[in-house]
């Protein structure tokens, strides 16, 4: 029995040695390529932002104002066809006014309220009757206005995939030149993304007020933009 265990175990042993050594620790060869992928659209929706500010003697004058102004702005936007979901009131303070005499005390002047609301308008050619029935409700300002696009996971998600298929073709480039051969995804990460047009729009016709209902309706040109997607990838390298 012994003698059968012994030659067993050198009959294993000499086996053993025509195997390759695998060392665990060993680093899996990589190859790390970043894709872009760009696309022009034209976008199909437009974000404004309108504010008013007004000024009083008293907090409860100042309150009032902005109410008023608040309800009007909110119904002109409800009867312009934008539902309550693309409305917001996205800022409201109160605060109160100084000035300095010689002596450098303040004095208390009054109060000044300032209130901005932002509507999403999703057909660009309502854009200038949205903005023109919101100014003749009396608010002061077009604080801001930015185009943008209404199914945007639907461009991120094809970005993505043709900003990774290039990184591919980079990748298998840099593993054929080596002589080695493009093995699978390891990691990627989205390191960029732009889906906002931040240029300001350009304004064709200046905006008709309340005092003036004879002036031409506000048109708005949006132009095509670029939106982008960059990915970060690691593919592994196989030996050929």
Not at 64 to 75: C, E, R, Y
Not at 82 to 101: K, L, N, Q
Not at 216 to 229: G, I, K, L, M
């Amino acid at each position: 029995m012994k003698k059968f265990l012994a030659s067993a175990a050198l009959l294993l042993c000499v086996f053993s040695t025509g195997l390759p050594t695998v060392h665990a620790e060993q680093p899996l060869d990589t190859v790390a390529v970043t894709g872009t992928a760009r696309k022009m659209v034209a976008p199909d929706m437009a974000t404004v932002t309108f504010s008013y500010e007004t000024t009083g003697d008293t907090v409860e004058a100042v309150r009032a104002g902005g109410a008023q102004m608040s309800t009007k702005v909110l119904a002109k936007l409800t009867a312009l066809g934008i539902s309550s979901a693309d409305m917001a009131t996205t800022r409201y303070t109160v605060a109160p006014t100084y000035t300095y005499e010689k002596n450098g005390r303040q004095k208390l002047t009054g109060y000044r309220l300032y209130a901005s609301w932002s509507a999403k308008v999703k057909n660009l050619n309502e854009l200038g009757t949205v903005v023109d029935g919101v100014l003749s409700t009396g608010v002061n300002r077009v604080e801001s206005l930015s185009y943008g696009l209404q199914n945007e996971s639907v461009y991120r998600r094809q970005l993505m995939t043709e900003a990774v298929a290039n990184a591919r073709q980079s990748a298998q480039t840099i593993a054929n030149a080596g002589g080695r051969g493009l093995g699978v995804l390891r990691q990627a990460s989205v390191s960029e993304s732009n889906f906002t047009l931040g240029a300001s729009p350009r304004l064709l016709m200046m905006a008709k007020t309340a005092s003036d209902s004879t002036a031409p309706e506000t048109n708005f040109a949006p132009q095509p933009y670029e939106v982008s997607v960059t990915v970060n990838t690691v593919f592994a390298m196989t030996l050929e």
